[in-house]
């Protein structure tokens, strides 16, 4: 059941190759909240390093994944966890999620995968949705026989 939706983009790097037989690589840099539309934008290009804003991607949260989302928050350093894939020369950002179990999953799925600083206003969004809804479960004890 979905509870809450949040558009972002997802700003990708192009890396200059690190030697001459290779092309180059791509990383996600960052992802930018509340930044919704179509179309990548270039926003710099520097010899062989670019760096591309790509929208159209929404963080959702669903109620299933509570605990991971909890786990996430709860971390020393909190990510947005970004699936992407090569297409037409580019990286498509293809799925972004702040559950720490889902993050395991795509990185577990051999797609490009990468998490980056969640953003102070994905983190109060996800606050937000916590106090509201993230019920912990009992902790049981060890039992003994």
Known sequence: M?????????????????????????SVAAVVPGTSGAGNRLLEEDGERQTWLMPGLRLELHRDEDDGYFENWAAPEP?????????????????ASVSYGEGTRMLDSGDCTEGVPMPPEVHDWLSAYLQAYYQPKPRRGREHG
């Open 79 to 95: 990510k947005v966890f970004v699936m992407w894939q090569m297409r037409d020369g580019l990286p498509q950002p293809m799925l």
């Open 2 to 26: 979905l509870r809450g939706a949040m558009p972002i983009a997802v700003v990708m790097q192009r890396h200059p190759p690190a030697h001459r037989w290779c092309d180059g690589s791509w």
